[in-house]
Each structure stands twice: as structure tokens, then as C-alpha cells.
């Protein structure tokens, strides 16, 4: 099976915002994967923020993973889709009227099963550490994990990668928050383990997984007109030529 790796991103932050638009990656093809991730926090106080997708768009199942008390309060969310002639950006919209604060990356995969790609997802919310732990959830051999991990501090937010991942962004942050992301295809069916990152400022944090199903074997190559051309002697009767 083809490994689901990503071939391309994009991102954008907005501060205080209504609405934020992503931008579609480049070389994105009819059956790529395409993941949106975003941490958002809320503006207005005691008020759980929220997500509004774009037509077409899934959200991973065990999403959102958020606050819903405390007078500031933040999340994760996780979408999904299989591109199909996809336009240029795409705009998606937060329920707090006053705003929200957001980070978020738009992936475009390769790789990954065209029918039902997620394999799991979950996540937590972490008291204030500077250890950032993502709970264990259940993985295929090759899949891609993604590594997801948020905090509420913002630029100078520092995270460290799990050993073994490749960071595919590395502190996205907007006034008060900010995440990285890291990924990494993983080598056995089960439960992926904990993951964690250590950061440079304790903080109230928020950990997630994802994982995605790699997509079908590559068709065999073809070895030119005589590929089954071999002669099978037991096949032939070579007596009745004559």
C-alpha cells in the first residue's frame, strides 16, 4: 500500500475574527485527503467557541476537543475531505459573536484510502504543565499519525516534536494561543501510545491524534507486450504439430 504522507499546506491565524480563510495547498488532485485543523479560543467571556465548516466538510469523530467553562475557554477541531475539483480557498465561520482567536492548517494528502480515511481520533485537555500528552487511540500499520499539540500561549509558546515525527508546523500563534503539529507513519496495528511535547511555558494545554488509512496498493507495473507471454510446455501437446 501506498504510506499517506503530506505533500502540501497552507495556514493563516486571525485575531478577534468572525470568519478565516484557508487557502487550497498546491498540488492538490481529485482524491487527495485533504485535513483542516484549527485551535481557536473564545473573545467574549464564558462563551464556548465554536466552528462552522464549509460545505462538504467532516469533522473527525471525538471532536471537538474543548473547554466548555471557565471564563476563557479554547478547542481543537479536525475536519476532513476527498478533493473533488475544490476551489481556490475556503471560509470557515466561529459562533462567538464577539470573535475568535484562531490558528489553523490546511493539508493536502497523498496517499491515504479515498473511502472513509480516518482511522481514529481523540484528544485532551491537559491542567496547566509544561508537559502537552495526546491520548493513545487505535492505528492500522502505515498509517499517518498526526500530532497535534495547543497550549494558551502565544508566540512565545516553544514545543518539542515526539522523537521520530517530521513537524509540519512548528508554533502557529495569535494573540493568547498557539499549536504545533508533527506527523509521523506509524509501524504496527493497535494502540499508538501517548504522545507528548514538552513546552517552554507551562500552561493550560491540549493534546490530539489523528490517524489515517493508507489508500490502495499501486497498480502492478507492466513489463512490456510479453509480460505473460511464457510458454507452459505441460500446456502443449507438441506430438499433434506433425
Given at each position: 500500500m501506498a504510506n499517506p504522507i503530506v505533500n502540501s499546506s497552507t495556514n493563516n491565524t486571525g485575531s478577534a475574527v468572525a470568519n478565516l480563510v484557508l487557502t487550497k495547498p498546491v498540488n492538490v488532485v481529485n482524491g487527495n485527503l485533504l485535513v483542516t485543523t484549527i485551535f481557536t479560543s473564545n473573545t467574549t467571556?464564558?462563551?464556548?467557541?465554536?466552528?462552522?465548516?464549509?460545505?462538504g466538510w467532516t469533522i473527525v469523530p471525538n471532536f471537538p476537543v474543548r473547554d466548555t467553562s471557565g471564563t476563557i475557554r479554547a478547542g481543537i477541531w479536525v475536519y476532513w475531505k476527498i478533493a473533488s475539483n475544490e476551489p481556490a480557498n475556503y471560509t470557515w465561520n466561529f459562533t462567538d459573536s464577539g470573535g475568535?482567536?484562531?490558528?489553523?492548517?490546511?493539508?493536502?494528502?497523498?496517499?491515504?484510502?479515498?473511502s472513509s480515511p480516518i482511522d481514529d481520533g481523540n484528544g485532551q485537555i491537559n491542567v496547566s504543565s509544561s508537559t502537552?500528552?495526546?491520548?493513545?487511540?487505535?492505528?492500522?500499520?502505515?498509517?499517518?499519525?498526526l500530532d497535534i499539540f495547543a497550549s494558551r500561549v502565544g508566540s512565545t509558546q516553544t514545543y518539542t516534536q515526539p522523537?521520530?515525527?517530521?513537524?509540519?508546523?512548528?508554533?502557529?500563534?495569535?494573540?493568547?494561543?498557539?499549536?504545533?503539529?508533527?506527523?509521523?507513519?506509524?509501524?504496527?496495528?493497535g494502540a499508538t501510545g501517548t504522545r507528548t511535547s514538552t513546552l517552554g511555558t507551562a500552561a493550560i494545554n491540549?493534546?490530539?491524534?489523528?490517524?489515517?488509512?493508507?489508500?490502495?496498493p499501486a497498480p502492478p507495473t507492466q513489463q512490456g507486450s510479453r509480460q505473460n507471454s511464457q510458454w507452459d510446455a505441460a500446456t502443449y501437446d507438441f506430438g499433434n504439430l506433425y
Amino acid at each position: 500500500m501506498a504510506n499517506p504522507i503530506v505533500n502540501s499546506s497552507t495556514n493563516n491565524t486571525g485575531s478577534a475574527v468572525a470568519n478565516l480563510v484557508l487557502t487550497k495547498p498546491v498540488n492538490v488532485v481529485n482524491g487527495n485527503l485533504l485535513v483542516t485543523t484549527i485551535f481557536t479560543s473564545n473573545t467574549t467571556i464564558n462563551v464556548t467557541p465554536g466552528v462552522t465548516p464549509p460545505s462538504g466538510w467532516t469533522i473527525v469523530p471525538n471532536f471537538p476537543v474543548r473547554d466548555t467553562s471557565g471564563t476563557i475557554r479554547a478547542g481543537i477541531w479536525v475536519y476532513w475531505k476527498i478533493a473533488s475539483n475544490e476551489p481556490a480557498n475556503y471560509t470557515w465561520n466561529f459562533t462567538d459573536s464577539g470573535g475568535q482567536n484562531v490558528v489553523a492548517d490546511l493539508f493536502n494528502i497523498t496517499g491515504a484510502a479515498s473511502s472513509s480515511p480516518i482511522d481514529d481520533g481523540n484528544g485532551q485537555i491537559n491542567v496547566s504543565s509544561s508537559t502537552c500528552t495526546a491520548p493513545s487511540i487505535n492505528g492500522t500499520n502505515g498509517d499517518l499519525l498526526l500530532d497535534i499539540f495547543a497550549s494558551r500561549v502565544g508566540s512565545t509558546q516553544t514545543y518539542t516534536q515526539p522523537g521520530g515525527s517530521h513537524q509540519d508546523e512548528s508554533n502557529l500563534s495569535v494573540g493568547a494561543i498557539s499549536y504545533s503539529i508533527d506527523d509521523e507513519n506509524i509501524s504496527s496495528t493497535g494502540a499508538t501510545g501517548t504522545r507528548t511535547s514538552t513546552l517552554g511555558t507551562a500552561a493550560i494545554n491540549y493534546g490530539a491524534l489523528v490517524t489515517i488509512l493508507s489508500g490502495p496498493p499501486a497498480p502492478p507495473t507492466q513489463q512490456g507486450s510479453r509480460q505473460n507471454s511464457q510458454w507452459d510446455a505441460a500446456t502443449y501437446d507438441f506430438g499433434n504439430l506433425y
